[in-house]
């Protein structure tokens, strides 16, 4: 792409090394070709000058001609030229290159030595803080949490007739305050009890009916387990009844909110007695009674222990 840069490619600083002397060995040897060549030229000329042309013919050195001295004086020079590059730089050989290859391999491998080393250290540095972590987490608290919600009489009684014995305003407003925006599990006779389904809960109808029919909105199923695992979204899924309903989730429940209304009532259905021994009561609050309220109550919390 046009304004884009290519990569310059990174090369091993042995690498470079090797490639530059190469170079010049190839250099080298190219001088004393050329140095040989024109050795031999100028040697043939010098004695043809001398010789044939009579070029300095009667100069001589010691009795010799001239020119025995100057072919000896450049042929020290070639031997000089020899020697430096077949002797003096003999290192620069095969052996030089294989050595060079050996450290540059031996170099390559601490470098991944090092880096294998490195990994192996953080990866245990991981796992032990993985260990670490699992150990000294807290226990996860279950997402759901199961609540029973119901008004009882001090004789247990919660219902005549499938109706309400009693009406406390305050009680009312406590089970719409609490249950608001959250399951609501029940069985077939609390339900048909409504006039219509309460706003903004959602609704789970227990029956044993297979064909039952529901307003939109409103879920069926035929056993307690199959209620809560349709309402496992919801974080404090409510049982708000019947009797048997109460029964049955006594025994897997997380929380009661109970309004027990102090007074004892004629009813045919009850709610179950509450072990002490399984259940700790957490909050008391005593409600006297008033011109809205004809009965004393308490709103009452238990929770499992």
Not at 85 to 104: I, N, P, R, S
Not at 164 to 181: A, C, E, P
Not at 291 to 302: A, I, K, Q, V
């Amino acid at each position: 792409m046009f304004g884009k840069k290519k990569p310059i490619p990174q090369i091993d600083k042995n690498q470079l090394e090797l490639i530059e002397n190469a170079q010049k060995r190839i250099k080298q040897k190219k001088r004393l070709y050329v140095h040989f060549v024109i050795f031999l030229i100028g040697a043939v000329f010098l004695i043809v000058a001398n010789t044939v042309l009579g070029i300095g013919k009667d100069f001589t050195l010691f009795g010799i001609n001239w020119f025995v001295f100057a072919i000896l004086i450049w042929l020290f020079f070639f031997l000089y030229h020899l020697f430096n590059v077949f002797v003096t730089h003999k290192f620069m050989g095969k052996a030089w290159e294989k050595e060079q290859l050996d450290k540059l391999v031996s170099k390559q491998q601490q470098r991944i030595d090092k880096l294998k080393a490195g990994f192996e250290k953080e990866e245990k540095l991981m796992a032990q803080s993985e260990v670490y972590s699992e150990s000294n987490a807290e226990p996860k608290k279950l997402q759901s949490e199961l609540t029973i919600i119901v008004a009882a009489a001090e004789n247990n009684a919660i219902g005549l007739g499938n109706k309400l014995i009693w009406h406390l305003s305050d009680d009312l407003k406590r089970f719409k305050s609490l249950t608001n925006g959250h399951h609501i599990i029940m069985g077939r006779k609390t339900f048909e009890s409504f006039p219509k389904p309460l706003p903004n809960r959602t609704h789970v109808v227990i029956t044993r009916q297979k064909d039952y029919e529901a307003p939109e909105g409103v879920i069926i199923v035929h056993n307690l387990e199959d209620a809560i695992d349709a309402s496992k979204s919801d974080s404090q899924p409510f049982i708000i009844g019947g009797g048997q309903i109460y029964k049955q989730a006594m025994t897997i429940a997380d929380k009661i909110e109970l309004t027990r209304v102090h007074h004892d009532f004629d009813a045919d259905t009850f709610f179950p007695e509450i072990d002490a021994s399984v259940w700790k009561e957490t909050a008391n609050v005593f409600h006297k009674k008033d011109d809205n309220h004809d009965y004393e109550f308490s709103f009452l919390t238990y929770e499992r222990k």
